[in-house]
């Protein structure tokens, strides 16, 4: 070999080692614990994009992960995925390379998992097929199928009375001990969609087993996936359960499936943001919300809904907590603005224990005119009516102030009392499906009020 064919492969062997070293991982640069209080974390001398995660190194090597949610000059505002016990001045804060990811799959029927996806029913990690994001990708509202076909929710009331079209956005509004609960197991083992995902954002820790286990039973669960961030979990964990419950949604909609989505409870959302918002500095506004707590509120619920033409959907039931039953509270405000509908439980109802406690007065779905027949929008219509004038009447009805043959509507309103309460009454173990429940509808409004009170007497 010639001199300067030695050269030639002694050059090409260096630029290859320069090659490798240019092509190596960057170095992470290092930061350290400056202050600490409460729950949030401030580090000096490393940098980090929002939403990525970092590892504080405390005393005797105890590791704490560590998510970026803000930053204020040269520090970082961090917030803890879960116990900050074993920290210390000055402890050391490393970046991470990669950040958090929703691992999703098929294998995740039937699964109970936490806020960033660890099993909680002891049965090991699931098989995924791939990750993806938390926060999701966002869909162009043109490229999405309108909503024109109803979803089966096995409850005759919400059937006949509240069509839920399949994509729609339902916000279920009720106080504390109304069975909201109850009605979303009810949905969860009698609905036809074809995957259930399930959110319980951070409701008592003894509620989500009597809900796996009396509620949504072994039927429901087999064709759901079970997200559960209890209260006690850190706030970052509550708004991660929430967003992974959408990504695990999201994926079984690409899959082209009928994805029923059941967050409980969007408030609790709320509540873990503002937490986070007022923690960095955040100033509050309506009872203590920071105004990042309605920027996220449509971002998460934005995520429902369908996909292109033929693909799968998600009809998504996000239950809003109503403090002392006030409709006008700023999260319930905010998420009427932004839902396709809305679903009250009513406190008197549950008092006469009369369940499911929907108040057919105050409910209202969006979608509903675009996807029943004639025949059953004109007998729902007719239903509220009579519905709400014995409601309005009720007081005198019962003190014996009214007298029959005064007004024929209130007359057969009164008739009809009777059987409108009866056909929203259900049982938890009875499932009504949509063609049974519009059925049954059609067959009660068919007989005019004069036969009704015929009978009655």
Same mark, same amino acid.
């Given at each position: ?14 630029f290859g080692d320069y090659r490798k ?40 090597? =105890? ?24 920290? %210390?001045?000055?402890? /050391? ?17 039937? /699964? !109970? ?92 820790? /003894?509620? !989500? ?9 072994? $039927?429901?669960? =087999? ?25 695990i949604a999201e994926y079984f909609r ?49 995520? =429902? ?28 405000? =905010? ?25 057919? $007065? ?15 929008? $004109? ?44 056909f929203l009454r259900q049982d938890v ?18 007989? %005019?009020?004069?036969? !009704?009170? $015929?009978?009655?007497?």
């Amino acid at each position: 070999m010639s001199l300067s064919a030695e050269r030639r492969v002694r050059w090409l062997e260096r630029f290859g080692d320069y090659r490798k070293r240019v092509h190596r991982p960057p170095l992470i640069v290092e930061g350290h614990l400056q202050r600490m209080v409460g729950l949030t974390l401030e580090a000096e001398g490393c940098q980090a994009p929002v939403g990525s995660r970092c590892t504080v190194i405390g005393s005797a090597g =105890a590791q704490v992960e560590v998510e970026v949610v803000g930053f204020a000059g040269d520090r970082l505002y961090l917030m803890p995925t879960g116990s900050l016990h074993g920290l %210390t001045p000055n402890a /050391r804060v490393i970046p991470r390379a990669k950040g958090c990811a929703a691992h999703v799959g098929t294998a995740l029927l039937g /699964r !109970v998992l936490d806020g960033a996806g660890r099993p909680l029913d002891g049965k090991g990690m699931p098989a995924t097929d791939a990750a993806v994001g938390l926060v999701g990708r966002p869909i162009n509202p043109l490229s999405r199928a309108p909503i024109e076909r109803p979803l089966d929710v096995g409850i005759r009331a919400i059937n006949a009375l509240l069509t839920v079209g399949r994509g729609q956005r339902m916000g279920l509004f009720a106080g504390s001990g109304v069975g909201k609960s109850v009605l979303l197991g009810m949905m969860t083992r009698y609905t036809e969609a074809d995957v259930v995902v399930v959110g319980l954002i951070g409701e008592r820790g /003894r509620e !989500v087993k009597e809900f796996i286990d009396h509620i949504l039973g072994r $039927e429901g669960l =087999a064709r759901a996936v079970v997200i559960a961030a209890p209260a006690d979990t850190s706030p970052l964990m509550r708004l991660h359960g929430a967003m992974l419950t959408s990504s695990i949604a999201e994926y079984f909609r690409d899959q082209g499936r009928q994805v029923l989505l059941l967050m409980d409870s969007l408030t609790r959302y709320a509540q873990a943001q503002r937490e986070i918002g007022l923690a960095i500095g955040e100033p509050p506004t309506t009872k203590g919300y920071p105004p990042s707590v309605f920027a996220k509120l449509p971002q998460l619920v934005e995520r =429902a809904g369908n996909g292109p033409d033929g693909g799968g959907s998600i009809t998504a039931f996000y239950t809003v907590l109503t403090e002392g039953d006030d409709q006008n509270d700023p999260v319930a405000d =905010a998420a009427r603005a932004i839902l396709d509908g809305h679903v009250v439980l009513s406190r008197g109802l549950a008092d006469a224990s009369h369940y499911p406690a929907i108040d057919i $007065e105050a409910s209202a779905s969006r979608a509903m005119l675009n996807i029943i027949g004639a025949d059953q929008l $004109e007998a729902a219509r007719r239903f509220k009516r009579l519905y709400s004038l014995y409601r309005q009447n009720q007081d005198l009805i019962n003190v014996g102030a009214y007298r029959a043959g005064s007004d024929a509507q209130v007359d057969e309103a009164i008739a009809y009392q009777g059987q409108l309460t009866g056909f929203l009454r259900q049982d938890v173990d009875q499932a009504v499906g949509f063609d049974e429940s519009v059925g049954e509808l059609l067959g009660l409004l068919s007989e %005019t009020g004069q036969d !009704v009170m $015929e009978v009655d007497r």
